[in-house]
């Protein structure tokens, strides 16, 4: 899809498309819609940057809130969208061993309760190993650095799924189901 076309998507069109870009978090892509024309892909990424940037704290956090728990009873439920479900397969979070998962469980518990959001990180850039090694790191930070640097992970996460729909070849872009 080029940028021509996407900037003459209808409202309801264009958050069908890209209204999981940030999970769980179709008003951003209304909002952002509003901006058009984009002059590239680029520019419609930074838009959505911009947007995020622009929400007060307890906005940024909202939007933390809408990410699963990594490998947890999303997964284990069937319950995950789309996109969480290839990244969670795609870092093997989907085949932990049962030693594996109990840590993950304790450390995302552990994470919620002292930060009260999730812990977001772009699986697609990670693997099973690494996510626990950054969720063991990551729980030791100050909120205000936490909440900053889970705001990084969702423009990641963003980033790429924004990629995949325009450019599905593109190296890091999902199968598609």
């Known amino acids: 899809m080029d940028i021509d076309a996407i900037n003459a998507l209808p409202c309801e069109d264009f958050v069908n498309i890209f209204g999981n870009v940030v999970e769980k978090c179709p008003l951003i892509t209304a909002a952002v819609w509003s901006r058009r024309p984009f002059a590239n892909l680029t520019a419609l990424e930074a838009a959505i940057s911009e947007f995020i940037d622009a929400l007060p704290e307890s906005g940024k956090e909202g ?102 729909l325009v450019l599905p070849d593109a190296p890091n872009a999902p199968n598609k189901l």
Request: glycine letters at 6%; charged letters at 35%; aromatic letters at 6%.
């Open 63 to 164: 939007i933390l809130r809408c990410y699963p728990d990594l490998a947890g009873r999303d997964l284990q439920g069937d319950t995950l969208t789309r996109e969480s479900r290839e990244e969670h397969a795609r870092a093997g979070l989907d085949a932990l061993s049962s030693g594996e998962a109990l840590r993950m469980s304790r450390l995302n518990w552990e994470y919620k309760v002292r930060f009260g959001f999730p812990f977001v990180i772009c699986a697609r850039m990670n693997d099973k190993a690494n996510i626990l090694q950054q969720l063991t790191e990551r729980c030791r930070n100050e909120r205000t650095v936490e909440r900053a640097r889970g705001i990084e992970e969702v423009k990641k996460i963003s980033h790429l799924r924004l990629q995949s």
